[in-house]
């Protein structure tokens, strides 16, 4: 038997064809990896990706800009010092929170974030939300700080929980790097 003959049905490839499939292959691996690189990067800037210490991260820190971890308000020194609720003059089931907050320390503070809980008549929470600066204060108020001894005035727009919903808290916790 002769093995050497190839069947009529048998055709020969054209190196061409060959290789089209793989140089597709291999554009999609490489915006594959260019899609994972930059999903890395922002998972590092937003500090979702923390990388150790060393050379390492100082050559990725320097093509790319790393998080950092922020500062701290001291709660203590920040104090409120006028809160009030009301029904939202145009939207229905949605409420206005004012407040007013100040620094009392003799430095410039971070801003905290704010927290408002509301409860029903059990003092059971019924509903609870945590404010960063950035959603109440504007970049360039951020940026400079909390001056001291200067009321900031805060509003805050949310949804009404409900009637159950019948007193309300205000309250301060740190940013944890967040603005």
């Known amino acids: 038997m002769d093995f050497t003959l190839k069947p009529a049905f048998v055709t020969d490839r054209d190196n061409k064809k060959a290789r089209k499939p793989s140089l597709l292959w291999a554009l999609l691996t490489l915006s594959l990896m260019a899609a994972f690189l930059w999903q890395a990067s922002i998972a590092i ?17 320097a093509q790319i800009e790393c998080y950092v971890s922020v500062a701290h308000a001291n709660l203590n020194k920040i104090a409120l010092v006028s809160r009030s609720i009301r029904q939202h003059p145009g939207r229905d089931n949605a409420l206005i929170i004012t ?64 009637r159950n919903a019948v007193t309300f808290e205000v309250g301060f916790s740190s940013t944890y790097g967040a603005k």
């Open 45 to 61: 800037k937003r500090g979702s990706i923390q990388l150790p210490e060393g050379g390492l991260k100082q050559e990725i820190c």
């Open 99 to 162: 407040a007013g907050i100040i620094n009392s320390d003799e430095n410039i503070q971070y801003f905290p974030a704010l927290q408002v809980k509301m409860s029903n008549l059990n003092g059971e929470i019924v509903a609870m939300r945590r404010f960063l600066p950035s959603e109440f204060i504007d970049e360039d108020t951020i940026n400079v700080g909390m001056l001291p001894n200067t009321l900031i005035p805060i509003t805050l727009e949310l949804q009404s929980p409900g």
